[in-house]
């Protein structure tokens, strides 16, 4: 039977649509970013009262490095300046944070304060956020085979023990569960290379409301609608 009760441990959101939002109202596409930001806050907070422990966010992905260089430039700063201002906010709230993706290419400040947020939230246990920044599915899945042929070639891992409870070891999310739901803003039905591995049996939705609209209502909403699935993961319901 489905449970009419069942809650998304896990939702993760990417946030699709800032520059149509800007560019519908004849403004830069970096206004519609930093509107996207402020409405990454709201969701956090949204998280507990609707029983979400993990929320994992699509900040910046290995392909946004495509993007004009003026808007590279511009969501970077943007990022420094979310990490400085919600900081404290974060840790009050009882908000870990993480960040997942490959940091080489990230400016050493940034990385800087990537770093000083994820120890100053450490201890903090009630909502658990994760934002992806410079994060590709497939990069992610490359750079944990790296780890693992180095672990074998060093004697650590046998390679008849390699299977798909180990390799999830090796992925940026770790110490995280599965992704139970995911949710895309701006009416694109597409994953767009976002935790390939970990989504295999998520459930998914595909919603117009650019991001920037994406109150706490239409989140608890989609939320909502995930406890009427009937999740299978393969089986047949009995």
């Not at 946004?64 to 400085?84: C, D, H, P, S």
């Not at 459930?203 to 409301?209: A, L, P, Q, S, V």
């Not at 650019?210 to 939320?223: C, I, R, Y």
Request: glycine content about 6%; some cysteine; proline content about 4%.
């Amino acid at each position: 039977m489905k449970d009419q009760t069942q809650v998304p441990k896990h939702v993760a959101i990417i946030m699709d649509g800032n520059g149509r939002w800007a560019q519908m109202r004849r403004r830069p596409r970096l206004v519609g970013h930093h509107a996207g930001a402020k409405r990454v806050r709201e969701v956090v907070r949204a998280c507990p009262d609707l029983g979400v422990k993990y929320l994992t966010i699509f900040a910046f992905s290995t392909e946004n490095w495509k993007r004009t260089q003026t808007e590279v430039a511009g969501l970077m700063k943007l990022f420094k300046r979310y990490i400085r201002r919600e900081a404290q906010n974060l840790l009050e709230e009882g908000v870990r944070v993480r960040f997942i993706g490959d940091r080489v290419k990230l400016e050493p400040a940034l990385v800087d304060l990537m770093d000083g947020l994820e120890l100053l939230t450490a201890d903090n246990d009630k909502v658990h956020l994760t934002i992806a920044l410079n994060y590709g599915g497939r990069d992610e899945v490359t750079r944990a085979a790296k780890r693992m042929a180095y672990d074998v070639s060093m004697g650590k891992l046998n390679p008849r023990d390699v299977c798909d409870e180990t390799f999830p070891k090796y992925l940026d999310t770790h110490v995280l569960p599965d992704p139970d739901l995911v949710i895309r803003t701006s009416g694109e039905a597409r994953i767009s290379n976002f935790l390939l591995w970990q989504s295999a049996y998520a459930e998914y939705e595909f919603i117009d409301t650019l991001w920037p609209d994406f109150t706490s209502e239409v989140f608890a909403e989609v939320v909502g609608r995930f406890g009427v699935r009937e999740r299978r993961f393969g089986a047949v319901p009995v």
